[in-house]
């Protein structure tokens, strides 16, 4: 069984003896004999009867005696508690609640923006840009139009358009074979395969290290090519210096 308390075990000797005082006084002022406090319930009375006499532990009669104390010193109305409900029980449970936030927070941050007027404003500047840049690169870059081709006399240096001149730069340093079929198809294939190697799912630049690498690597390596052939190829595709031979590229 378990322990009582000391304080309750007094509290409750407290009580016992507060109620006998008052039926002392009650019974003197009468002329009766002492009897029981009428505001203790008497299902209370005898259940403390019984515990008295089922054991012969004080633990038991302490637990008793100290509920009849307590609605002893409960409000006279009949030794019940305003509001209490069945069985003079005072706590009730209303509901279970979850712990957590009370606040149900709905509208969640994103990393998405409108179409507009983010994205056409940026790619609106960014046209403008490219446009004043062709503008301005036109003024020093003299483009007229040619005459006709003659196919009795090659023009020398023979150059291709711009977009293929990566790939005649490549024929000058290695074997055909290899700058025309090896090296464009190695590239291709690893542009196959890039999506099977970088599953990453972030659109941002900062985690998708690997797939920029890549890209920016092609990119400047094509890019140099198309240079060195546009500006440092001059007769015989010959390798020449632009500022001391001389500019052998028509637009």
């Not at 069945?86 to 179409?115: C, E, Y």
């Not at 542009?191 to 920029?212: G, M, V």
């Amino acid at each position: 069984m378990t322990e009582i308390p000391e304080h309750l075990l007094k509290r409750a000797q407290a009580a016992r003896d507060k109620a006998a005082a008052e039926s002392g006084e009650a019974a003197s002022a009468s002329g009766d004999a002492p009897a029981s406090d009428p505001r203790i319930p008497a299902h209370l009375l005898e259940r403390s009867k019984a515990a008295r006499s089922k054991t012969d532990d004080g633990g038991a009669v302490a637990v008793a005696d100290k509920v009849a104390a307590v609605v002893a010193a409960a409000p006279a109305s009949g030794g019940v508690p305003v509001g209490a409900g069945p069985g003079g029980h005072t706590q009730r449970l209303l509901t279970v609640v979850k712990s957590g936030s009370i606040q149900d927070v709905k509208a969640t941050p994103v990393d998405k923006v409108h179409t507009w007027p983010h994205l056409i404003a940026v790619e609106f500047v960014a046209a403008l840009a490219c446009t004043a840049f062709l503008f301005f690169f036109s003024i020093f870059v003299n483009a007229p139009l040619l005459q006709l081709a003659n196919p009795n006399q090659t023009p020398n240096p023979s150059k291709a358009p711009w977009y293929f001149l990566g790939l005649q730069e490549l024929l000058t340093m290695f074997h055909p074979m290899v700058a025309g079929v090896t090296i464009p198809g190695i590239a291709l294939f690893a542009l196959i395969l890039a999506p099977y190697i970088d599953k990453n799912p972030s659109n941002k630049p900062e985690d998708r290290k690997f797939a920029t690498s890549i890209m920016t690597v092609h990119l400047m390596f094509w890019a140099v090519l198309v240079m060195i052939g546009s500006f440092f190829r001059g007769p015989g595709f010959n390798f020449v210096f632009p500022w001391r031979d001389g500019l052998f590229f028509e637009l």
